[in-house]
């Protein structure tokens, strides 16, 4: 019972400030504009100070940890699956193949997993291990595909010299390393400047999920005409829902035998639902939003389901 308050409860501010987005633009509230100029903000303001903010307060041995090795076993297979079943099997290229990747294997690792690990686990240390994982090792990856494969497209680009200033052109992977480089110095920051990035950076979650619910209001397609077909979505589902955590499970147990509470920690972070920044990145590098809206809302239904059976399964009262 009480693990079922907890997904409900880490569940509750997702439907209710998607449903409040689409609402919003349902009414034509905040103007036809409104989803980019949200979406900008994320991406640009947002999204940075919140990453700045809890890389720099980390310390540096957070990897440290011979369970993360089973949650990116299952993260670099799944998330390599989606890439090439978006390419081969669904017509996409290499910058919509990015977004296919995230949605089959990026994580809702913050502010779902945090709740839901506090009351399963006790505490949000592995969470925390994980946001760092995706923080720091994927999201640049995918940043790097999405920024390439625009380019390639025929965006702007600008060839070498645009993929080596990329660090400092992204303020996503930009706010990383300033992170990290503020962590590994040891650097102590004025109150008034972290107190401000914590201000700033608890936009980013809210503001995504209202963004998110603002796109549901436009329809199946997207600004480039494509409407990603439930196929497409169910095999991302599929992915992050079911074969992730089974993966993480089989890595985890078997392969390197975990103690059950170990075990439990990383199947139930595999088996997070997409992460909204799916939807963030697609949006602001112009891509389908379809794909990533569609599986960030399926993946949140399914999970609900899968994470009660792997605390059912794997939990200690079992």
């Known amino acids: ?53 809890m890389v720099s307060g980390s310390r540096p041995a957070s990897f440290a940890h011979v369970s993360m090795v089973a949650f990116a076993a299952g993260t670099a297979l799944v998330s390599g699956l989606g890439y090439v079943v978006g390419r081969r099997f669904f017509g996409r290229k290499r910058a919509d193949g990015a977004i296919s990747s995230m949605a089959s294997g990026y994580v809702n690792s913050a502010n779902l997993g945090i709740p839901v690990a506090v009351q399963v686990l006790g505490d949000a240390s592995f969470v925390a291990q994980v946001i760092l994982f995706q923080v720091l090792l994927v999201s640049p990856v995918i940043l790097t595909l999405l920024d390439s494969g625009t380019q ?98 089989a890595v985890a147990g078997p392969l390197l035998h975990l103690p059950d509470h170990q075990v439990l920690a990383v199947v139930l972070c595999s088996a997070l639902p997409t992460a909204q920044n799916a939807f963030i990145y697609a949006r602001q590098y112009g891509l389908d939003t379809g794909l990533a809206r569609n599986s960030v809302v399926a993946s949140t239904v399914v999970s609900m389901l899968t994470l009660s059976f792997a605390t059912w399964a794997l939990g200690p009262s079992r």
Not at 2 to 22: D, K, N, Q, R, V
């Open 1 to 53: 019972m009480a693990t079922m308050h907890a997904l409900l409860s880490g569940f509750a501010p997702i439907w209710i400030l998607t449903a409040i987005g689409y609402a919003a633009g349902r009414g034509g509230l905040l103007g036809e504009q409104a989803e980019s100029v949200l979406g900008r903000f994320v991406f640009h303001v947002a999204m940075p100070a919140a990453l700045f903010t």
């Open 152 to 249: 390639a497209a025929g965006r702007p680009g600008g060839g070498l010299r645009r993929m080596l200033t990329m660090p400092v052109r992204n303020p996503v992977i930009m706010a990383s390393l300033l992170g990290v480089a503020v962590s590994v110095s040891g650097l102590r920051l004025p109150a008034a400047v972290t107190h401000s990035c914590d201000v700033l950076g608890a936009a980013a979650v809210p503001t995504a999920l209202i963004t998110l619910g603002l796109s549901l209001h436009g329809g199946p397609a997207d600004g480039t005409g494509r409407v990603a077909g439930r196929a497409e979505v169910g095999v991302a589902v599929a992915l992050k829902t079911l074969v992730q955590p089974l993966v993480a499970f």
